[in-house]
């Protein structure tokens, strides 16, 4: 029999989405999988759209919106209790665009027994725009570096090609788990709630010997949303709240304030440069809450010795 795989879809007001996501993986055609369904409180009807049109899908209620880490932890759980060999993470606005994607990564992953997690190739809103999905973790000089390249000569920066590559990082997007790897490892750090979770993980399962791949192997449309991603907005708070709390986690304390530092000094000459004071007013706030966060996670470490 095909070792068993879990595809877990973690649901934040998104029911229109996971409904199509749904309807996609029913013409997948791996032979022995399982579809879960997590849900943090969205209370947007989709225990009923479930109960009524996709009466196979395991549903998990969680109760409370935890996250991408948390939320995604108790699909994990629930694989885990239930003896999977592997489990699919997959974000709820993607569309399967090849059935046999899963076949073919459980594939190398059995004949690679030291690749813990694993990546497929993903397309950004349209068949044919590649989503860079092979990142590298945070780090002070190297985003610095990383700045210049991606204005300069960004395609140095694109690894997600027709080629296994070894990855430092995975978005996580669409990840392939190898259960025994978790449980090794550890699941999902709940701390970052969403953003650099994936950084984490995978610098926990290199640590602990294991390999992390990108296959070229085509799989899924990634319908993500164009808003939300502005300066000093929700993304780029946590974003910059999880690279510090990243750093400072694994041992790079000095680093991470170097990266504090410079955060800072970026985001109010980008107030400054704006020219206006409503546009200075907010990143002197956006900072303000960022301090907090950070000497909120530096307090953490000092009391504890270190991060989990």
Known sequence: MSPSVFIIILNYRMCDQVRDC???????????????????????????????????????????????????NRGLEYAEAEGADYALILNPDTIVIDPDFVSRMVEHLEEQPQVGIAGPRVYLRER??????????????????HWFIYRLRPHRLIHSGDAVVEAEVLNGVCLLLRLSCLRQIGLFDEYYFMYIEDADMDH?????????????????????KQEGYQPNGPVDFLLKR???????????????????????????????????????????????????????????????GRHQ
Not at 128 to 145: D, S
Not at 207 to 221: D, K, M, T
Not at 280 to 290: K, S, T, V
Request: charged share 20%; hydrophobic share 40%.
């Open 22 to 72: 749904l309807l996609s993986l029913r013409a997948l055609r791996y032979p022995n999988h399982r579809l879960v369904v997590v849900d943090n409180d969205s209370r947007d009807g989709l225990d009923r759209v479930i109960e009524s049109e996709f009466p196979e899908v395991i549903f998990i209620q969680t109760g409370a919106n935890l996250g991408y880490t948390g939320g995604n």
């Open 128 to 145: 044919g725009l590649l989503q860079n999905t092979v990142l590298y973790a945070p780090g002070l000089w190297r985003n610095l570096r």
């Open 204 to 224: 926990r399962a290199r640590q602990a010997g294991w390999r992390i791949h990108y296959l070229p192997v085509e799989s899924i449309l990634h319908c993500q």
């Open 242 to 304: 999880n690279s510090f709390y990243y750093l400072v986690k694994h041992e790079r304390r000095r680093e991470a304030i170097g990266f504090a530092i410079l955060a800072l000094v970026v985001i109010w000459l980008r107030g400054l440069l704006s020219l206006k004071r409503q546009g200075l007013q907010e990143a002197l706030d956006f900072g303000h809450r960022l301090v907090g966060a950070w000497r909120a996670i530096l307090r953490t470490s000092n009391q504890s």
